[in-house]
């Protein structure tokens, strides 16, 4: 079975402060990752997947399979970061290209 | 182009209508899916069609019934919906295949308000 875990419901930072949103998944076979955020009335979009190992607006994400992680980190936080971020494992085609999200967090970024 | 469009973007609808959303890509993705998702929650995939046939129904009441006419559009027929299915209702598409990295892109969504 597919499931993603995002532990912490509300992350508050500071301007400037380092970030770090965690995702943990449990999957049997070789998993897709991604990470989607939700701006205040805005449509969900791709932040980062794990095959592409980019970084977009700072954000970085590791896969650790050892671990089974994909924690979201941006080194210096900023106010327009403050949004929805929901962690997403995909089975790929085997598994019908479900793609399933964990709980979201939302992050807040204070001046 | 990378978007998908979803009209209405606001439905209200009384328990006995029958009404649909529709939604529609231009990407060429012959994967296209629905997500139900409810104020602070995540989404909840709904239907996956690929290929235009259904491949994926997670148990869902069948007075949500999709429709996939053709490659490009997919529906979703609402009929006899109760108060507790009022949602923003997420249609979404992607790439099918075996490749790896399948991106998922969603569209604005149709908030759905039964009274």
């Known amino acids: 079975a597919q499931r993603v875990t995002q532990p912490e419901k509300l992350l508050s930072v500071f301007k400037g402060a380092p970030v770090e949103l965690k995702c943990n998944y449990s999957y049997s076979g070789s998993p897709e990752l991604f990470w989607y955020v939700q701006y205040s009335r805005q449509r969900l979009q791709l932040l980062l997947r794990h095959i592409s190992r980019e970084s977009i607006k700072g954000f970085t994400a590791d896969l650790n399979k050892g671990e089974t992680s994909f924690h979201l980190k941006k080194p210096f936080a900023q106010e327009e970061d403050s949004a929805m971020y929901y962690c997403?494992?995909?089975?790929?085609?085997?598994?019908?290209?479900?793609?399933?999200f964990g709980a979201g967090t939302i992050l807040r970024v204070k001046s | 182009d990378t978007e998908v469009t979803q009209t209405p973007k606001h439905l209200v609808m009384g328990m006995t209508n029958k009404k649909f959303l529709k939604c529609e890509q231009h990407?060429?993705?012959?994967?296209m899916y629905w997500y139900k998702q409810k104020a602070k929650k995540p989404p909840e995939l709904m239907f996956v069609?690929?290929?235009?046939?259904?491949?994926i129904n997670e148990s869902v009441p069948s007075r949500f019934s999709p429709e996939c006419p053709n490659s490009s559009l997919l529906n979703l027929h609402l009929h006899a919906l109760q108060p507790e299915d009022s949602a923003l209702y997420l249609c979404?598409?992607?790439?099918?295949?075996?490749?790896?990295?399948?991106?998922?892109?969603f569209g604005e969504g149709s908030w759905l308000t039964v009274v």
């Open positions: 990407m060429g993705h012959r994967a």
């Open positions: 997403a494992l995909s089975g790929g085609q085997e598994y019908g290209n479900k793609l399933v």
């Open positions: 069609y690929s290929y235009e046939k259904l491949s």
């Open positions: 979404a598409s992607s790439q099918a295949g075996g490749f790896s990295g399948n991106t998922i892109y």
